[in-house]
């Protein structure tokens, strides 16, 4: 078991970046799977990208302007050209699968238009 803890969110105009961390109590070196999911209000949460045992996929609607990487024992999810429709909290998972597993408490992304 892991605690997550994410950061950086906040309020951006759209067209903005943000850099989310998601800070784990120990080495995620042999996590399998650490993936960013959001959920925006009335709507399910839903998977963002995800790094599993070394390769990355993304949400069809991130594709090109999303970035996840990792280090020691942080993720961090870098997103460029933010658009209103990615407002919504997001959320850091870790597990032996994308989903499974622990999450955090999650941290609020709002873009204006």
């Known amino acids: 078991q892991v605690q997550l803890v994410e950061s950086g969110g906040g309020l951006v105009q759209a067209g903005g970046s943000l850099r989310l961390s998601c800070a784990a109590s120990?080495?995620?070196?042999?996590?399998?799977?650490m993936g960013w999911f959001r959920q925006a209000p009335g709507k399910q949460r839903e998977l963002v990208a995800a790094?599993?045992?070394?390769v990355t996929n993304y949400a069809d609607s991130v594709k090109g302007r999303f970035t996840i990487s990792r280090g020691k024992n942080t993720v961090y999810l870098q997103m460029n050209s933010l658009k209103p429709e990615d407002t919504a909290v997001y959320y850091c998972?870790?597990?032996?699968?994308?989903?499974?597993?622990?999450w955090g408490q999650g941290t609020q992304v709002t873009v204006s238009s």
């Open positions: 998972n870790a597990g032996l699968r994308v989903g499974l597993g622990d």
């Open positions: 120990r080495t995620i070196f042999n996590i399998n799977a």
């Open positions: 790094i599993t045992a070394g």
